[in-house]
């Protein structure tokens, strides 16, 4: 151990009281820091998983034609000359999906794109024998659903392997058979356009969404077909993806290779991202103040060291300590308080993450759950020691700095600064 880390431990158990504080205060911080980022990092990460296992990472919906915007430009030769240009604002949409096979063709040729699925949704009115609701019927071909989908891991009551076997079946989200009061076997009246059938409760199905809940019904295509009066062509495809941060370039490819609007994931929900992040920044700038308190707390005393050994100091200058010597006698001082806190802040850290993640908790509404999410991951203890590190030294820089400023001869004749 070299002669200036000792000097900086002797330093820090004469003020070992005021030190102990700071460390706390330190540990504190960064273990927080990492139980606040692990919550809302898991929570947005469950949210992202349910988007993407209810309505896929790419919705491609309507056909678009771009309208042609009129441009004059200045030629040499001919004077003003127009042209014509697409004017992505104004664009024109046919609803719907017209040739979906043929899209779902085009779309294998892009290495992101891993599933596809059709999708047929129209509004209908549902009737127990109880009671009457609106709701939407998404018709789909199931073996492709469920590639795009976490359809099979959401189904709650049933199976579907009946709902395959049975041509009238359907699938019913938990918070519509409630108020329904509809049970698998059940068999309820779906009317649209005027069209009514029957349909047998296959299963029941729950995202933890309560939009997609309480509307959605899913039904066999060509069912869906005969009941909305749509022989050809489907309302959308939902695609999932390999990469999920890919999915906004590949929205914008899609879309000019096949002239049909694709919403990435990103775009749907942006509302609940930007909410997501608001609330990661919020929590970082209030657990940090936890740490700038304590570096404040380590400056004034690092302060009160300086003050109290200027004769050590001088002493120490008049033996052949250098300036730098000094100086980096405090900073080790601040170094050996902020490692010991950052080792505290993870071990606090690490375990108020483990107990949190088993606290009950239940949530319905953008996502379901029945107890707290976290995300465990080694950015977040990166980050809160990079925090505790920049607060730290630098509370522990202006300290050192006038310590090395020092002159022996002023001290000896009390003339010190």
């Known amino acids: 151990m070299s002669p200036n880390i000792q000097i900086a431990i002797r330093f820090l158990i004469a003020k070992k009281r005021s030190m102990l504080m700071s460390l706390c205060g330190i540990g504190f911080g960064v273990g927080f820091f990492i139980v606040t980022q692990a919550q809302?990092?898991?929570?947005?990460?469950?949210?992202?998983?349910?988007?993407?296992g209810t309505d896929g990472a790419i919705r491609i919906e309507d056909k678009f034609q771009s309208t042609l915007a009129q441009v004059e430009a200045a030629s040499s030769s001919t004077g003003n000359t127009s042209f014509f240009v697409a004017d992505r604002g104004n664009r024109r949409y046919v609803e719907g999906v017209e040739y979906p096979d043929q899209i779902i063709e085009a779309l294998?040729?892009?290495?992101?794109?891993?599933?596809?699925s059709s999708v047929l949704k129209g509004r209908i009115s549902v009737q127990s024998p109880l009671r009457e609701e609106s709701a939407q019927v998404f018709g789909i071909v199931l073996n492709d659903h469920l590639s795009v989908s976490d359809l099979e891991d959401q189904l709650v009551f049933g199976s579907l392997e009946e709902f395959r076997a049975t041509p009238s079946g359907i699938l019913v989200g938990r918070k519509l058979a409630d108020r329904l009061q509809a049970r698998v076997g059940d068999s309820i009246m779906i009317e649209s356009k005027g069209t009514q059938n029957r349909y047998r409760v296959s299963g029941v199905y729950e995202t933890g969404v309560s939009d997609i809940d309480r509307v959605r019904i899913f039904m066999h295509l060509d069912q869906a077909r005969s009941l909305l009066q749509r022989p050809h062509g489907v309302s959308f495809i939902q695609v999932s993806v390999f990469d999920r941060d890919r999915a906004e370039y590949d929205a914008l490819v899609i879309e000019n290779m096949v002239q049909h609007s694709a919403a990435p994931w990103q775009d749907r929900e942006k509302v609940w991202l930007d909410v997501f992040k608001a609330l990661q920044v919020s929590a970082v700038i209030t657990v940090s103040t936890i740490i700038l308190i304590s570096g404040l707390g380590m400056f004034n005393t690092l302060v009160m060291i300086v003050m109290e050994k200027t004769r050590e100091i001088a002493i120490l200058r008049s033996m052949g300590y250098s300036r730098a010597d000094i100086s980096s006698i405090f900073l080790w001082q601040g170094g050996i308080v902020l490692a010991l806190g950052i080792v505290v802040g993870f071990a606090l850290g690490a375990g108020v993450t483990y107990a949190v993640s088993n606290l009950p908790l239940r949530v319905r509404g953008i996502f379901s759950t029945d107890s707290y999410v976290v995300d465990w991951s080694l950015a977040h203890y990166f980050w809160a020691a990079v925090t505790a590190v920049i607060i730290v030294m630098f509370a522990s820089f202006a300290p050192a700095r006038r310590a090395a400023r020092l002159i022996p001869g002023d001290v000896i004749r009390g003339t010190a600064a």
């Open 108 to 116: 294998r040729i892009l290495p992101n794109v891993a599933s596809t």
């Open 40 to 52: 809302l990092t898991g929570f947005e990460e469950f949210f992202i998983d349910t988007i993407l």
